[in-house]
């Protein structure tokens, strides 16, 4: 695939308040010369190494997100400059993709998700027979099995278990992985039958045309007229609920927007260090999803990112509370059972 030209970047330069009123389409990215296009490449050579003959193709977008009939995938343009990667964690508190071994995993994943839709898989039999109908309404919250041996672990929160189209994509994802010994780590599991049948269905396929060829970019970024300041927004509205504003006094309150010492921790940043400790203990106390637990943790680290918060004091005791309001905030997600918690 030919990828397009990477164009110097003047913006690299500008404070966050100046480059968030650039406007996406006018970022002048290009995968040509970023990070990703080696990655790109080295996708392609694992399917190479496979003998699969397709290759998705790939633009820029505002997401990840592989679309329904178009066999390829768009890449997010925050992993396409290091200036953009910072201005992401600031806002959301990660990036998805923001380092090498990160970006392959997605990027595997993705590539399950065009394959699956260049040949049509899902209306296979056995292809239903193994990871359910593709038709299945996604969820707003899955309670996954972190127990689970039915299902391969590729990318984090067992995100196999969250529907069938993404059990594919991530069972794909571990068979082109180079060096994963799937056959060898998965010995015993059922999925190791998942597994089994993606290697046989891909000895089957390697070397057909796919049926869908279509090559569309599906909301690019050259099209995006919005601003970085505006794109997050859009992102706050996504995680936002009727009492966030409250529940901004409550952080505002157990954290602190002014800096009163050299080395000072940031809020986001503890939060995000103490994740998988909030994940478990929390998750076990309450009997909920890790899952659920992770998105109120991250919708946190969101909003303490946003306003810029500081941790005040000693983290331990900052913690403590800290912990208090996730579980309120997981019990009353619990009891909503409703749309993705956003705050």
């Not at 594919?168 to 190791?192: C, H, K, M, Q």
Request: with cysteine; hydrophobic share 35%; charged share 30%.
């Amino acid at each position: 695939m030919k990828l397009r030209g990477h164009s110097h970047a003047a913006w690299q330069r500008l404070d966050d308040e100046r480059l968030l009123d650039m406007r996406l389409c006018d970022l002048g990215l290009r995968i040509e010369g970023s990070p990703v296009e080696s990655q790109v490449e080295r996708l392609y050579r694992d399917l190479e190494a496979r003998s699969i003959k397709f290759r998705p193709h790939c633009w820029i977008a505002e997401e990840w997100f592989s679309p329904d009939g178009v066999p390829g995938f768009a890449v997010p343009f925050y992993i396409l400059h290091p200036r953009l990667k910072i201005l992401q964690r600031r806002f959301m508190g990660e990036v998805e993709g923001g380092n090498a071994q990160s970006l392959m995993r997605i990027l595997r994943h993705e590539a399950g998700h065009a394959i699956d839709t260049a040949y049509r898989l899902r209306r296979r039999k056995k292809w239903r027979e193994n990871f359910g109908y593709a038709s299945t309404p996604y969820p707003q919250h899955y309670r996954p099995r972190p127990g689970s041996r039915r299902y391969v672990q590729h990318l984090g929160n067992w995100y196999a278990q969250s529907h069938p189209t993404e059990d594919f994509a991530e069972t794909l994802a571990v068979w082109l992985t180079p060096r994963s010994d799937w056959r060898n780590r998965y010995a015993g599991w059922p999925a190791i039958h998942k597994l089994n049948y993606v290697d046989e269905l891909m000895r089957e396929i390697h070397d057909e045309v796919p049926v869908s060829r279509a090559r569309y970019h599906v909301e690019p970024l050259r099209s995006a007229r919005w601003t970085l300041r505006e794109h997050y927004r859009r992102m706050a509205r996504h995680y936002r609920t009727d009492d966030a504003e409250r529940m901004d006094r409550i952080l505002g309150r157990v954290f602190t927007p002014n800096r009163s010492r050299r080395g000072q921790a940031t809020a986001a940043r503890r939060l995000r260090e103490d994740l998988p400790i909030f994940r478990r203990r929390i998750a076990r106390r309450l009997g909920a999803s890790e899952y659920l637990v992770q998105e109120v943790v991250e919708n946190l680290i969101y909003r303490c990112a946003a306003h810029g918060l500081l941790v005040r004091d000693d983290w331990r005791d900052t913690r403590r509370r800290v912990e208090r309001l996730i579980i309120a905030l997981v019990r009353r997600a619990m009891r909503n059972a409703g749309p993705k918690l956003a705050l």
